[in-house]
T-cell receptor, first 108, second 120 residues
């Protein structure tokens, strides 16, 4: 059965800390892995990862895919209260499989 | 737990026909369901929010007469694309959330696997 598992489920840190969110997957025909940030309703697209070992960066956020380990991490450095959100990982094969998300809360 | 299914997973239809997509919460009661459309650059556009037993709330720019949403029960919402055209070809994804003690958190959305619609 195809699945995407995110950890931790929930994380509370102080502003300025660095966090690492994990996503592991088991799918039949992997095409790409996507990271989203969800604050209110619609998730906002962050990254799409297709190739192993190539880091993608956007400001304080970065992500990398490890196809050997069937996993990806999302790093956020120097966290700010505005980073508080649910971070979703999804894997595309013939369909899209979302993880249950990591709820991140940044304390001021 | 918190499994959401969609049916069909893929549909190909001729221009002008209507297509119905079902979204079901399999092991929880979904008081709210959301319908999204995924664009080629993988961004998700929220189309509408539906609450069981009431009319859906459509986002700006989404034609309610073209994308009919029915949330008839606590486990089923349907999206009907009426008179589909090639520009409606897309990946449609639903998600569901619940407000029940001991079950999925109320503000967490659980996503279905999507339905790929191709209109010829």
């Amino acid at each position: 059965e195809d699945k995407v598992v995110q950890s931790p489920l929930s994380l509370v840190v102080h502003e300025g800390d660095t966090v690492t969110l994990n996503c592991s997957y088991e799918v039949t025909n992997f095409r790409s892995l996507l990271w989203y940030k969800q604050e209110k309703k619609a998730p906002t697209f962050l990254f799409m990862l297709t190739s192993s070992g190539i880091e993608k960066k956007s400001g304080r956020l970065s992500s990398i895919l490890d196809k050997k380990e069937l996993s990806s991490i999302l790093n956020i450095t120097a966290t700010q209260t505005g980073d508080s959100a649910i971070y979703l990982c999804a894997v595309l094969d013939d369909k899209i499989i979302f993880g249950k998300g990591t709820r991140l809360h940044i304390l001021p | 737990g918190a499994v959401v299914s969609q049916h069909p997973s893929r549909v190909i239809c001729k221009s002008g026909t209507s297509v119905k997509i079902e979204c079901r919460s399999l092991d929880f009661q979904a008081t709210t369901m959301f319908w999204y459309r995924q664009f080629p650059k993988k961004s998700l556009m929220l189309m509408a929010t539906s609450n069981e037993g009431s009319k859906a709330t459509y986002e700006q720019g989404v034609e309610k007469d073209k994308f009919l949403i029915n949330h008839a029960s606590l486990t089923l919402s349907t999206l009907t694309v009426t008179s589909a055209h090639p520009e409606d070809s897309s990946f449609y994804i639903c998600s569901a959330s619940a407000i029940q003690p001991g079950l999925p958190r109320a503000d967490t959305q659980y996503f279905g696997p999507g339905t790929r619609l191709t209109v010829l």
